[in-house]
């Protein structure tokens, strides 16, 4: 399909495709199986521009936007959608700075995200805390000039590794959804640890671990936003990130598309390659029209999202619900494709020897973080029904 | 520190046919790229740069017209400026054409400290250029270089690659190197590298520009003409022996005696 990229775009596509090939490939059953952060491949991404491209030029980004982190996600995910997360993990770190941040706040932070010199995490998740935000606990308590956080964030992508965090926690308790706050700590704060790493069924060379905050002082300098808008900043950030997750689904799906076209011209049996089978060519074409179908609605999503830059408040369009739907439909295809990849390469898809029993693994947390597909679902018929609201009073 | 790089745009080789009527390369839409152990010394350049602040990488290229975009990839791997030393009277040198045209450019241009170039290109493969234009500007060269042990203000130790082993040669400046592959690993062009190559202007010397003498350019400046360029035949004939290891060994071992080598 012909999505009419720009110059810009197709630069950002050909350098993560080249960083994917010559870098990525050559090791991604290594990080898989060690379950080591992949620091290599991360200075590739940085010595690419790559870690910079939905963050504006004035702060070192290259300016392009979501659909240039889209772009640049998905190809990389072709290859490999684990490694990739430090990248994309990143973005949804650094989101609400994008989204929140001072003056200040934006000159301090971003452009060492942007060199790719530093990485970012998103702090939002709970134990007790999932899809619902407002069960967390951790509470931050003013103090003077600062706050005093404590309690225990978990499941978070680039912990430990990540120099700078966004992290959510309750000033105002009696207030509910309206009593979070965000802030941005830095890795080496006193009172600011790290927990539990996880193992994970996919995604291994990305680092989940426990954030533990421990009577961590923080200054109010480090306040996002106002206090009391933390629950705004996490959902403008999701419908900005959600379109990242997809772009990893996307990637995930395709490069499993690929595999199995590829094994299923070389496989002969019965006397003939698989591919000219009517039982496995209708399972290729559902999968290539799914994938289609997933990237139209995904760069059609990010385009509406960067429509927004620079036009007053009152002209912004809210992508709530193309962002969940992107997300949901990306996600959801992955998880079909990537299994109908392994179908097809039968015996062998379910071996290491062969990448897609990875992507399978990899392709199923995607419908699961920055909320399920059941929440994205919620998302999307909440939106529905506002929308009705409004015009059939 | 002003550096120069010395470049040459090549067929794609990997995918490179030859007709089989003529015997020569089929150009036809088969890409162009950069010499590949020219890559070597635009990233060992770049990277001599990187750590000395404040200078320059110029890459310079003689070839037709479209070997500008040999030059903007340069730039996209972080060189400066780019140079195409490209005129009528240019076409068709041979090494020693060639190193003067560029030794007259270089001229042109300037001051440098070190010049880079690739061991040899993997079309002609006669490692003849580089030094030739040394001996031409009348400087220090060190072939096969794999390693920049040390540099300073006044001297550049390094490993020039040997058969056995390596030497290790330290020598003032102006220099220039012929690099080996073992001396780096070229980087992937950065985005910003890429907007760089966008916007660079390229630089066209014609020979009037570099003062070149005509009578020392292209082919009436090449004392070495191509008579004909051909793929050697397969070899062909010969004996195969085929079954279980221990027969052939003993048949081969028979053929031997029949023909009184052992």
Redesign the interface.
């Known amino acids: 399909m012909e999505y009419f990229l720009t110059e810009e775009e197709k630069m950002m596509v050909e350098t993560a495709r080249n960083i994917a090939i010559e870098k990525m490939k050559p090791v991604r059953e290594h990080y898989d199986e060690k379950e080591e952060f992949p620091w290599e491949i991360v200075k590739e991404f940085a010595q690419a521009d790559l870690c910079g491209v939905y963050i504006p030029e004035k702060y070192g980004g290259f300016g392009q936007g979501i659909m240039g982190l889209v772009l640049v996600v998905e190809e990389l995910c072709k290859v490999d959608g684990a490694i990739s997360l430090s990248l994309a993990a990143t973005a949804l770190g650094t989101l609400p700075i994008l989204i929140a941040g001072s003056e200040e706040q934006k000159t301090k932070y971003l452009p060492d995200i942007a060199s790719g010199k530093k990485l970012a995490a998103f702090g939002l998740t709970e134990a007790g805390a999932g899809s619902d935000a407002t069960g967390m606990a951790t509470m931050a308590v003013k103090d003077g000039d600062y706050y005093i956080l404590n309690g225990t964030k978990c499941f978070i992508t680039n912990g430990g590794e990540a120099e700078t965090y966004t992290i959510f926690a309750k000033t105002n308790p009696a207030r509910g959804a309206r009593g979070i706050s965000c802030f941005i700590l830095e890795k080496g704060m006193a009172g600011f640890e790290f927990g539990k790493k996880e193992k994970k069924m996919g995604i291994r060379a990305s680092s989940t671990r426990e954030l533990i905050f421990n009577n961590c002082k923080v200054h109010k300098d480090q306040l996002l936003g106002k206090e009391g808008h933390g629950l705004m900043i996490a959902q403008a950030t999701l419908d900005n990130s959600r379109p990242g997750v997809a772009a990893q689904a996307l990637g995930i799906a395709a490069g499993a598309l690929d595999e199995a076209v590829i094994y299923a011209r070389k496989r002969v049996q019965f006397g003939q390659p698989i591919a000219s089978f009517q039982g496995i060519q209708h399972m290729l074409a559902d999968m290539a029209t799914e994938v289609e179908a997933a990237r139209a609605l995904l760069y059609a999503t990010a385009r509406m999202i960067d429509a927004n830059v620079g036009k007053p408040e009152k002209e912004q369009k809210r992508t709530s619900k193309e962002s969940a739907m992107a997300k949901l439909l990306c996600s959801e295809t992955a998880m079909k494709v990537t299994t109908n990849a392994v179908q097809i390469l039968g015996g062998y898809g379910y071996c290491r020897d062969y990448p897609v029993e990875k992507m399978m693994r990899d392709a199923k947390i995607t419908t699961l973080y920055e909320g399920t597909s059941q929440i994205q679902k919620n998302e999307i018929a909440l939106n529905l029904i506002k929308e009705s609201a409004a015009k059939n009073k | 520190m002003n550096i120069i790089a010395c470049i040459k745009q090549v067929p794609n080789t990997t995918d490179v046919k030859i007709d089989s009527q003529t015997g020569r390369l089929k150009r036809e839409g088969v890409e162009s790229i950069i010499n590949p152990f020219d890559e070597y010394a635009i990233e060992e350049a770049v990277r001599l740069k990187e750590k000395n602040p404040g200078s320059k990488v110029t890459v310079i290229t003689m070839g037709p017209p479209q070997a500008e975009s040999a030059l903007r990839e340069a730039i996209s791997r972080g060189a400066d400026e780019g140079v195409l030393v490209c005129d009528r009277p240019f076409g068709g040198a041979d090494t020693l054409a060639t190193a003067y045209a560029l030794s007259s450019a270089i001229k042109h241009l300037g001051n440098f400290d070190i010049i880079f170039c690739g061991k040899q290109a993997t079309d002609g493969d006669t490692a003849q250029v580089g030094p030739g234009l040394a001996e031409m500007l009348g400087i220090t060269h060190i072939a096969y270089v794999k390693k920049i042990e040390n540099i300073d203000g006044k001297t550049i130790r390094v490993e020039r690659l040997m058969e056995d082993g390596y030497d290790v040669i330290e020598c003032g400046f102006p220099i220039l190197m012929t690099v080996v592959k073992e001396i780096n690993v070229p980087?992937?062009?950065?985005?910003?590298?890429?907007?760089n190559a966008?916007k660079a202007v390229i630089k066209t010397l014609t020979a009037a520009d570099v003062n070149a003498d005509l009578k020392r350019v292209g082919l009436d400046g090449s004392p070495t003409q191509v008579m004909k360029i051909f793929t050697p035949p397969q070899r062909t004939g010969g004996e195969k022996f085929s079954g279980e290891p221990q027969d052939i060994a003993l048949s081969i071992v028979g053929k031997f005696k029949e023909l009184g080598i052992v």
Do not use: D, N
């Open positions: 980087r992937i062009p950065s985005l910003k590298g890429k907007m966008k």
